[in-house]
C-alpha cells in the first residue's frame, strides 16, 4: 500500500469514525498462475479500458448475484464464503468470465440510519475476494429494483430490493398497487408507491440521497482498507445506482433535462465520495436513464447523458439491454437472427465514442423458463455477436473495418441458487419462493448446482465459453467469433467463412473460429484471447502473421504463439500472442476445427488468403 494511499485512508477513518484501521489486510501475492503482466489496475484510455502495460482490455463475465436482492441469506450473493469460491471457479473454467458485476445492498450496508453494519461489510468483502483470488476482476454496484421491497405489502405479487426500511418509513408512501401489471417492470412507472419514492430520492428529500453517498463512501473506504493492494487492483470502479429513472417528472421537464439536473450531479457527487474513500484512479461506471435505449419505441426516452459533456477516464458509459419486445411475447413473434441487434449496441459504442470513453453492457440476457425461453438460444447469440462486433456475420467479412470496438459486458445472471432459493416473499412465511431466480418471476441465471452440489451451465457451454480479445497489445480494429451454438438441435452458423477463402474455410470446416485484427502498440505484454474449454490446446490451430501453429505450446517471452494458464487456479487457458514492434498490422485466426494436425501446405495457404484479406481490408 502506498504511503500517500495509506495516509488518506487514516484520514477517513478519522472522520467518519465507522472503521478501524486494525482491520486492514497485509499485501498478498498475486492469483496463482499469474505472468509477469497480469494483475494490474485498469484505467479508462483513448475510450478503451487499459491495463498497466497499455493494453486494451475487454471484460466478459456475469452478474454475481440476483441473491442479493433476497433476504435468504442477508443481502448477500452467497450463504457463504465456500460458495462464492466454487462460483468463482466455474465461472472462470465454465463460463470463460474474467469479471464480475458484484451486487451490494444498501438496506443491508445500512440497516439503521446513519449506521453502517461492517459485519455485512466484512462478508461482502470475503465473499467478493473469492472471485479477485481467482483473478476475476470486480465491479460492485449498489443494486435496487423498484426502490425497496419495504414499499411492498406481504401479499403482493411483487417485490422490490435496494433502500432500508427506515428509508420508505421516512416516505409515508401511499399503499402499493400497479393494476394489471403483467410484468414486474411496469411498477417502475404505474405503481404510485414506487414512482414517488424514486421521485423523492432524487430531489434529496428528507436527505435521502445525502445518506446514501455517505454510505457510499463509507462501503468503498473499507473496501480500499480491507484488501489487500493486489486485491484492490482488481476492482475496476464503481457502479452507483442501478436502472435510474425519475418515478416521475416535475412539470415541464424532460428525460433528457431530469439526467441534466438531477442524475448527472448525483454522478459527480458519487464520484467525489469514490475520491475521498482512494478510488481516486477508477473510473465510476454511471448508467444513463433506464428507457435511453429501449427497443420498444413506446418506452424509449431521450438520454444517454447527453449533456455530461465528455465523460473522459473518471467515468464508463455503463448500460443495459434487454430485448423487450422478445421478452413481451407479442411483439416479437419468431427468433433472433443475425446481426439482430447490430443497431442496438451501436447505439451503445457510438454514444461512448461521443463522449471519449469507454462502455460496458453491464446486464443483458433473456427467460430461460416460461413462454418466450425458446428464443434465448438465438437472443443470448445476437446479443454476444452484437458485444463482439457492430456488424451482421452476413457483412462481416466484406468490410470489417467497420467491425468496431470490442464491447465489455456481463450477462443477467450468475446464481448458484437457482431453483434451491427458499425465499419468504416480502416477509410472507406463507409464500416462499424455491423455483428460478425466487424474484418477481425471473429465471434467467446460466448456472446452477446439481443434486450432488456441481456447478452445471444451463445454457449452451458454446454460448458462454467464448473465445474473446481479453487483452489487446495495441489497437483492435475487428473481431468476430462463430460459436456454432445450438437452439435445441439446429447449430446456428451466422458468420461462415467465405468461399473466397477456400483454405482456411477448409481449415474451420465445421469447427468454431475467431479472428482477431489489430495494430501492435509500443508495450511489450501480449495480446491475449481467452481459450474456451472446447479449444483444447492439442487441438487448436492458429494461424497468424506472427506465427502458424497446431497445438500450441506453453507460452515463454521468446514464443510468438502460445497457451498458458488464467490467472486464478481454476484450469481456464488462454492463447498469447507476442510481437515485438509498433504501429504494424497483426491477425490471428483460432479455430478448433481440426482434430489432427493439418497440412503445411493448408497451413500456409490459409495464412496467404488471410495476408490477402487483410492487405485488401485495413
Same mark, same amino acid.
Given at each position: ?31 496463482s498462475?499469474?505472468?509477469?503482466f ?60 474474467n ?82 401489471c403483467l ?12 414512482t ?20 457510499a463512501?463509507?462501503?468503498?473506504s473499507?473496501l ?13 470502479g ?42 481516486q ?16 419505441d413506446s ?24 430485448d ?12 433472433? !437472427? *443475425?446481426?439482430?441487434?447490430?443497431? &442496438?449496441f451501436?447505439? $451503445? %459504442?457510438?454514444?461512448? @465514442?461521443? #463522449? ?20 434465448a ?48 416473499m ?9 423455483? !428460478? *431466480?425466487?424474484?418477481?418471476?425471473? &429465471?434467467?441465471?446460466? $448456472? %446452477?448446482?446439481?443434486? @450432488?452440489? #456441481? ?10 465459453d ?65 481459450l ?15 506465427a ?15 497457451v ?55
Amino acid at each position: 500500500m502506498s504511503n500517500i494511499r495509506a495516509r488518506l485512508i487514516v484520514v477517513l477513518v478519522v472522520l467518519c469514525g465507522f472503521l478501524s484501521v486494525a482491520g486492514a489486510q497485509p499485501a498478498t501475492a498475486a492469483p496463482s498462475d499469474s505472468l509477469w503482466f497480469d494483475g494490474t489496475s485498469l484505467t479508462v484510455q483513448n475510450g478503451r479500458f487499459t491495463d498497466g502495460q497499455g493494453r486494451e482490455v475487454v471484460l466478459r463475465g456475469y452478474n454475481v448475484s440476483g441473491e442479493t436482492k433476497l433476504e435468504e441469506n442477508g443481502g448477500l450473493p452467497f450463504a457463504s464464503v465456500a460458495d462464492a469460491k466454487k462460483s468463482a471457479t466455474a465461472l472462470r473454467a465454465l463460463g470463460g468470465g474474467n469479471s464480475v458485476r458484484f451486487l451490494l445492498s444498501w438496506a443491508h450496508a445500512e440497516p439503521v440510519r446513519g449506521q453502517v453494519d461492517t459485519a455485512y461489510l466484512a462478508a461482502v468483502t470475503d465473499q467478493m475476494r473469492a472471485f479477485l483470488d481467482a483473478g476475476i476482476r470486480v465491479y460492485p454496484d449498489f443494486h435496487q429494483d423498484l426502490y425497496s421491497r419495504y414499499l411492498f405489502n406481504t401479499g403482493s405479487w411483487y417485490t422490490g430490493d435496494g433502500a432500508p426500511a427506515w428509508v420508505v418509513d421516512a416516505g409515508g408512501y401511499p399503499a402499493e398497487s400497479c393494476g394489471i401489471c403483467l410484468f414486474w417492470g411496469q411498477n417502475i412507472t404505474q405503481n404510485q408507491a414506487v414512482t414517488k419514492a424514486q421521485y423523492d430520492f432524487w430531489h434529496n428529500k428528507y436527505g435521502l440521497q445525502d445518506a446514501f453517498l455517505t454510505t457510499a463512501r463509507t462501503v468503498m473506504s473499507y473496501l480500499a482498507q480491507h484488501l489487500s493492494d493486489t486485491e484492490f487492483a482488481g476492482v475496476v470502479g464503481f457502479d452507483p445506482y442501478n436502472e435510474p429513472y425519475a418515478g416521475t417528472y416535475d412539470s415541464g421537464q424532460t428525460s433528457r433535462a431530469w439526467e441534466r439536473d438531477l442524475l448527472w450531479p448525483f454522478y459527480v457527487k458519487f464520484r467525489a465520495r469514490m475520491d475521498a474513500a482512494g478510488w481516486q484512479a477508477k473510473p465510476a461506471l454511471v448508467e444513463p436513464n433506464l428507457f435511453w435505449n429501449s427497443n420498444i419505441d413506446s418506452q424509449k426516452q431521450e438520454g444517454g447523458l447527453l449533456d455530461a459533456g465528455t465523460l473522459g477516464p473518471r467515468y464508463v458509459l455503463n448500460t443495459h439491454f434487454y430485448d423487450q419486445k422478445a421478452i413481451s411475447g407479442i411483439l416479437m413473434w419468431g427468433k433472433a !437472427g *443475425d446481426g439482430q441487434y447490430a443497431t &442496438d449496441f451501436g447505439t $451503445v %459504442r457510438d454514444r461512448a @465514442s461521443a #463522449a471519449q470513453s469507454a462502455a460496458v453492457v453491464s446486464e443483458f440476457g433473456h427467460p430461460l423458463s416460461g413462454t418466450v425461453s425458446d428464443k434465448a438460444p438465438t437472443v443470448l447469440k445476437a446479443m454476444y455477436q452484437a458485444l463482439d462486433s457492430r456488424l451482421p456475420g452476413a457483412s462481416w467479412w466484406d468490410k470489417p473495418a467497420s467491425s468496431g470496438p470490442v464491447l465489455s459486458g456481463t450477462q443477467w445472471q450468475w446464481d448458484l441458487y437457482n431453483g434451491r432459493h427458499h425465499e419468504a416473499m416480502n416477509g410472507n412465511p406463507g409464500k416462499v419462493l424455491t423455483s !428460478g *431466480d425466487a424474484w418477481n418471476d425471473e &429465471d434467467l441465471s446460466a $448456472v %446452477r448446482l446439481d443434486d @450432488s452440489g #456441481a456447478v452445471t451451465l444451463r445454457q449452451d457451454a458454446r454460448l458462454l465459453d467464448r473465445l474473446y480479445p481479453a487483452a489487446t497489445a495495441g489497437t483492435a480494429l475487428a473481431f468476430t467469433y462463430e460459436d456454432r451454438s445450438r437452439d435445441g438441435s439446429t447449430t446456428l452458423t451466422w458468420n461462415p467463412v467465405p468461399g473466397s477463402l477456400p483454405n482456411v474455410s477448409r481449415l474451420v470446416g465445421s469447427g468454431q473460429y475467431g479472428l482477431l485484427v489489430w495494430r501492435s502498440g509500443s508495450g511489450t505484454a501480449p495480446t491475449e484471447l481467452h481459450l474456451p474449454a472446447s479449444f483444447p490446446s492439442s487441438a487448436t490451430t492458429v494461424v497468424s502473421d506472427l506465427a502458424t501453429v497446431y497445438a500450441p505450446p506453453s507460452y515463454t517471452a521468446s514464443t510468438p504463439v502460445g497457451v498458458a494458464p488464467e490467472p486464478g487456479g481454476t484450469g481456464s487457458r488462454r492463447v498469447l500472442l507476442t510481437d515485438a514492434d509498433s504501429g504494424v498490422l497483426h491477425y490471428a485466426l483460432v479455430t478448433n476445427g481440426t482434430t489432427s494436425a493439418p497440412s503445411t501446405d493448408l497451413l500456409g495457404a490459409a495464412k496467404s488468403e488471410l495476408a490477402a484479406w487483410v492487405a485488401a481490408h485495413f
